[in-house]
């Protein structure tokens, strides 16, 4: 019987060493990115595509010299953890790793089964120190007969190279790729991936043998890849995480550690530094407004929007801090603004005088400024266009996450009211952004503000660093609705 489909999300040469941020010779390589890269390619790739059904490590996952292997492999397997629950991970040891510990902290070389596939991990030998690989003739033994008994399609894995013939841009394959191309064929593997070279090879086929050499990960321009295996078919995608220059693409939602929700996000500095690195033209920060002036349990129950006072009174006052953190940076390319919503008598959770510096306002809507209590789904939907409605009128610039109270009610969001919400944008001359934090963005909506002239601006709702301009579905999903990959006029930036 022919299997189902398999998504798989491959990464290799990872590079990881989160105590340095030099490659050595490894130019374009920040050796400290290396966990938050693979979550970055994670999110990415589910944003794009749905959920992926296996993550495959091809070696290299630390970077050679790392001194404390042991805390950063786990390191690795706890960020992804984190994000992908108990999806299956599969990895293999690279020359800058080290077997046991990737045995240890991962799984160890072998023959594994998922979806009705099978996956064969290998940990070759360089017993002639990282230069040079060699697969054991024991090893080889023990793959044909662990795979002999099964029809099902079979996916190998390993570090040095395999290519089903020599080219001249394959790097330090193992010393015996005749015999390792030879069991591949006996065993009638389906696909063959491996690592090292940072470059990569296109998928190519000998007989029934398909094989690639998967893209680095650590390297720049960070490239993840996606296979979708449907049978004996393989499809493959290709994405970076790098955004391109040319698009002038700005984060218009950055949030600080001052936020309640932050998860251990870093420092302005570093947050400005990670735009630098991911090729964005610029950032906005904009904290929550109503956080920097009332007490946690005063802003997770909306009491704010209830009671005016409370934020009015600046019960917690911390907006000289957050403007403490932020001031310094200022610049063309780094901005101030603040993330407000509309209270219960219609004003801005925002002072006068906190307004008056901003260099832009976003605009909100996570509850309802009223007691919803007992209220059905169509009470529901009205009162948030009504919120919506008063909101955009109140003078902000840019609406955030324009549909996310519905979802997070649990509504539905028909198309039109994404039609009413992209008219209000237009008749205010305010900004719509794109935003996949917590979110699904609605097509429906950037399709009307397309039709109807309105801006639309990128913002990651960053609340951990990872977050921050990681906007390769971004770009997909505005190409894809626009119909073209020239992006940049329909795109706001706050300057």
């Known amino acids: 019987m022919t299997p189902s489909a398999l998504k798989?999300?491959?990464?290799?040469?990872?590079?990881?060493?989160?105590?340095?941020?030099?490659?050595?010779?490894?130019?374009?390589?920040?050796?400290?990115?290396?966990?938050?890269?693979?979550?970055?390619?994670?999110?990415?790739?589910?944003?794009?595509?749905?959920?992926i059904d296996a993550i495959l490590l091809c070696g290299d996952i630390i970077h050679a010299g790392n001194d404390h292997p042991t805390d950063d492999y786990m390191t690795i397997?706890?960020?992804?953890?984190?994000?992908?629950?108990?999806?299956?991970?599969?990895?293999?040891?690279?020359?800058?790793?080290?077997?046991?510990?990737?045995a240890d902290t991962f799984n160890p070389p072998g023959l594994y089964e998922l979806g009705g596939y099978r996956f064969y991990a290998f940990a070759?030998?360089?017993?002639?120190g990282p230069a040079e690989c060699l697969r054991t003739v024991d090893a080889l033994e023990e793959f044909a007969q662990d795979t002999q008994d099964s029809d099902a399609p079979l996916v190998v894995i390993q570090h040095n190279p395999i290519l089903p013939f020599?080219?001249?841009?394959?790097?330090?394959?193992?010393?015996?790729?005749?015999?390792?191309?030879?069991?591949?064929?006996?065993?009638?593997?389906?696909?063959?991936l491996?690592?090292?070279?940072?470059?990569?090879?296109?998928?190519?086929?000998?007989g029934n043998v398909s094989y690639m050499t998967v893209r680095s990960l650590g390297v720049a321009p960070h490239v993840y890849t996606v296979i979708t295996l449907t049978g004996r078919d393989i499809d493959v995608e290709e994405h970076t995480l790098l955004n391109d220059r040319k698009t002038n693409l700005w984060d218009t939602h950055v949030h600080t550690p001052l936020a309640y929700c932050s998860d251990n996000l870093a420092d302005t500095e570093a947050l400005i530094a990670r735009a630098e690195h991911f090729?964005?033209?610029?950032?906005?920060?904009?904290?929550?407004?109503?956080q920097l002036y009332v007490t946690g349990d005063d802003f997770w129950s909306a009491q704010f929007?209830?009671?005016?006072?409370?934020?009015?009174?600046?019960?917690?006052?911390?907006?000289a801090e957050y403007l403490r953190r932020v001031e310094p940076f200022r610049n063309d390319s780094v901005k101030l603004g603040l993330e407000m919503e509309v209270d219960c008598e219609g004003f801005l959770t925002c002072h006068e005088e906190d307004l008056a510096q901003l260099d832009f306002r976003l605009g909100a809507v996570h509850w309802l400024p009223a007691d919803t209590t007992g209220w059905t789904e169509a009470e529901l939907q009205t009162g948030f266009l009504k919120t919506t409605d008063a909101l955009v009128k109140a003078g902000i610039d840019v609406l955030a996450h324009p549909m996310r109270f519905l979802r997070r009610s649990k509504l539905d969001t028909p198309t039109d009211a994404c039609h009413q919400v992209a008219h209000m944008l237009a008749e205010t001359d305010t900004v719509c952004e794109i935003n996949f934090h917590k979110n699904d963005p609605q097509r429906a909506l950037i399709e009307k503000c397309l039709e109807l002239g309105v801006k639309l601006t990128f913002g990651s709702d960053t609340h951990a660093t990872w977050e921050l301009g990681n906007f390769g579905a971004n770009v997909a999903l505005l190409s894809e609705?626009?119909?073209?990959?020239?992006?940049?006029?329909?795109l706001w930036s706050p300057w």
Not at 27 to 46: C, F, M, N, V, W
Request: net charge negative; hydrophobic share 35%; glycine share 8%.
């Open 305 to 319: 929007l209830l009671d005016p006072r409370v934020w009015r009174d600046r019960g917690q006052d911390r907006m």
């Open 279 to 290: 090729n964005l033209a610029g950032i906005a920060f904009a904290e929550h407004a109503p």
């Open 481 to 490: 609705i626009a119909g073209t990959d020239d992006i940049a006029p329909l």
């Open 77 to 102: 397997l706890a960020t992804l953890r984190k994000w992908i629950g108990d999806t299956p991970l599969l990895a293999t040891p690279g020359n800058c790793d080290l077997p046991p510990l990737v």
């Open 124 to 128: 070759d030998t360089y017993p002639d």
């Open 166 to 192: 020599e080219t001249p841009d394959i790097i330090k394959p193992p010393a015996n790729p005749d015999a390792i191309r030879n069991a591949y064929q006996d065993a009638n593997v389906l696909l063959s």
């Open 194 to 206: 491996s690592g090292h070279n940072h470059a990569g090879q296109k998928l190519t086929s000998d």
């Open 8 to 51: 798989l999300l491959v990464l290799s040469d990872i590079h990881f060493d989160s105590a340095r941020t030099e490659g050595g010779k490894l130019k374009h390589l920040d050796p400290s990115l290396g966990a938050e890269l693979t979550i970055r390619a994670y999110q990415d790739a589910t944003r794009r595509d749905g959920p």
